[in-house]
């Protein structure tokens, strides 16, 4: 049998599969109370075949929640928590609720101009406030609340809780040094700055009775200079084992820490280790979490023994139905999540609900696709993100459609997108859409530039045109130089660049790109492996090899800023390569003209020439639609979508061809 397939007991409660739904804030709720549209969303991924789903965060009190989140800080909560458990439970999925206090996390904007409450009154750099430092008599209320929450969650028919001991919310902060000065008995030593999180827990088992299963999900690795470690962490684990906890999901790194978590960048499954660490020293199941979007990395992880179960959160967004396409032997039909974040985490930031940029009947699973009263005959020209979205909208809806594409293969810009190191993913979301037209029936031309006469005499009673875009061309004097090239034409790999690179234009293409450039050179993961276990080199000097190539990299923004198009869960990681990889950030920097050996730019200090070999155009593009004009009084309806009607992000892309397909 499939490893990934097999039962588990947690406490006393069989879970069919290994799959564990980890929580995530979805901003679903409206004053605290369940929502159709969550209950309909994680009713899908039940239905999908998720053996436990944990939905959460669910409110222990509200000076450390928010309004979006999961009302369970009082007793009229628990009809919405039935609602929500029935709808998970009634396709044989467990159900479990995160329960968690923000702490110092909590804006007060939310908490109607009260401050956030936290061990001792040190400022948090995700939300720029500084708490107030909790009484020492207010520190048992609160734990009571924990397990009252939990009892509501009980009796709201959860077949679980799980304790939220990590992130860097309220347990957290109780248990580490940065965050805990307190001098009584809840700081100081390491036994007394436990004491909060395993009275949390034993609080909760006395409330609880000894046969409903106690979760916790805490770091491995708190990623914070002076904060928490593995060796630490593990004796809390112990800790909380010991009070009563019977799983533990094993997370990491606190929202402050400045190591990249949840980005593309992070290999899969590259924080499983620290579960299998945790497994090395508990009795009860571990579950391995972060980054974790493919059966077959998932299966190597239980087979190795590094977990006992895996967490998967944002892969079953973009493929709520993953588990029984294992089950079915359809592995090649899954729509992997590629950490984008376009749609999930920067939709949180934005106070959006969740929705996602693979997937884009996440978040509206309320909205059925109904099929077309009569079928019609539908071209889709252009084979990238909005175009393969729209063809299978349509096909959904029972038409016939056939996609035209001009280059050898699919995906357009994704392609692009996925050029830089660390954004390699995109591509398997364009391998994955493609296996979506093939299965769905839709016929496939590729190499194939189709024109307003094709489409004319095709006998189509419908064409979107997803035609894309193209660079723009700059007003810059030089800029038609034989050593000046298009971003796009280098990150596809049809032009290459010399030793000094100036990259003109800092947004999402034009910091891609510097990053590109400058990882050239730089030593790949197995010579560093080798290099580190043979200790041919010093860490310092694998470090260097891993972060300086062989270009001179210089990045010129006339704004003052980079990346203003990138997202928030993605920018500050990108911007911090930019540093680490040693390219050189001008904003504020207007390019003058173009010289035979470099650019000219103005600056708040001046006009100066910036040397180079090779300059990179990244300053933006523009729709291209060569077909609307011809078809617009052919009698056949045409719908624009992505960029050709509209610069956008491939998020928006997606959703209007999605859109557009199913209003034909």
Excluded at 94 to 112: D, E, T
Excluded at 420 to 447: Q, V
Aim: with cysteine; charged share 25%; aromatic share 6%.
């Amino acid at each position: 049998m499939d490893p990934l397939l097999q039962p588990i007991t947690i406490n006393k409660t069989e879970v069919r599969n290994r799959f564990y739904m980890t929580a995530m804030h979805l901003n679903m709720c409206q004053d605290y109370e369940v929502s159709d549209r969550i209950c309909a969303f994680y009713e899908e991924r039940a239905k999908g075949g998720t053996g436990m789903i944990c939905v959460g965060f669910v409110s222990v009190d509200p000076l450390g929640s928010m309004f979006t989140n999961i009302g369970a800080h009082d007793d009229k909560y628990i009809p919405g928590l039935a609602r929500l458990s029935g709808a998970i439970n009634k396709h044989g999925a467990r159900s479990c609720a995160q329960i968690n206090h923000q702490g110092r996390y909590a804006f007060s904007m939310f908490l109607k101009g009260e401050k956030p409450v936290a061990p001792s009154a040190i400022a948090s750099r995700l939300t720029g406030e500084t708490p107030r430092e909790l009484a020492a008599d207010e520190i048992p209320i609160i734990i009571d609340k924990y397990a009252q929450t939990a009892r509501r969650c009980k009796e709201g028919g959860f077949s679980a809780v799980e304790m939220l001991c990590g992130t860097g919310y309220l347990i957290s902060q109780f248990l580490s040094p940065l965050t805990n000065k307190r001098e009584d008995e809840w700081g100081g030593s390491e036994e007394n700055r436990m004491k909060f999180g395993v009275q949390v827990i034993e609080a909760t088992r006395k409330i609880c009775g000894p046969d409903y299963p106690i979760i916790v999900r805490m770091n491995g690795n708190d990623m914070m200079e002076g904060g928490m470690r593995g060796d630490e962490l593990r004796r809390f684990a112990k800790a909380l084992e010991a009070a009563g906890a019977d799983a533990f999901c094993i997370n990491v790194g606190w929202h402050e820490a400045r190591v990249p978590q949840i980005t593309m960048g992070v290999p899969r499954a590259n924080y499983a280790y620290l579960a299998r660490r945790m497994k090395e020293v508990l009795t009860v199941p571990v579950i391995a979490s972060h980054r974790i979007n493919d059966p077959d990395d998932a299966r190597e992880l239980l087979l190795t023994e590094y977990c006992d179960m895996i967490g998967m959160g944002r892969a079953l967004i973009a493929d709520p139905h993953l588990v029984n396409k294992i089950a079915e032997g359809r592995e090649d039909d899954i729509l992997h999540c590629v950490a984008c974040a376009q749609g999930c985490f920067d939709h949180v930031f934005q106070l959006r609900p969740v929705e996602c940029l693979c997937n884009p009947r996440a978040g509206h699973e309320l909205e059925p696709v109904e099929k077309a009263d009569k079928p019609r005959k539908v071209a889709v020209v252009g084979g990238g993100p909005a175009g393969m979205s729209a063809a299978l909208a349509a096909a959904d809806r029972g038409h016939d459609v056939t996609i035209f594409e001009k280059e050898d293969f699919l995906g357009g810009q994704i392609n692009l997108a996925a050029a830089p190191a660390g954004r390699e993913e995109f591509i398997m979301l364009a391998d994955d859409l493609e296996m979506k037209l093939i299965n769905a029936g839709i016929t496939i031309e590729i190499g194939h530039e189709v024109t307003a006469d094709e489409i004319k005499q095709g006998g189509f009673d419908a064409v979107v045109l997803a035609t894309g875009a193209v660079p723009l061309a700059p007003p810059i004097p030089g800029s038609d130089k034989p050593h000046v090239i298009q971003s796009w034409d280098y990150l596809s790999g049809q032009a290459h660049a010399g030793r000094r690179v100036v990259v003109v234009g800092g947004g999402a293409v034009g910091v891609e790109t510097a990053l590109t450039l400058a990882e050239e050179g730089t030593i790949n993961a197995d010579t560093a492996k080798f290099l580190l276990v043979n200790q041919a080199e010093t860490p310092e000097e694998i470090r260097y090899l891993c972060t300086h190539g062989t270009k001179d990299v210089t990045l010129v923004e006339m704004i003052g800023k980079v990346g203003k198009d990138i997202g928030k869960s993605t920018r500050w990681t990108m911007t911090l390569d930019l540093g680490r990889l040693g390219v050189k950030v001008l904003t504020k920097t207007k390019v003058l003209e173009i010289l035979d050996d470099g650019v000219k730019v103005e600056t708040a200090d001046g006009v100066k020439t910036l040397p180079a070999d090779t300059i990179v155009l990244a300053i933006g593009s523009r729709p291209y639609n060569p077909l609307g004009e011809a078809l617009a009084d052919s009698g056949i309806e045409v719908v624009t979508v992505g960029d050709a009607k509209k610069i956008g992000l491939a998020f928006d892309a997606v959703h209007s061809g999605h859109k557009a397909g199913l209003s034909l």
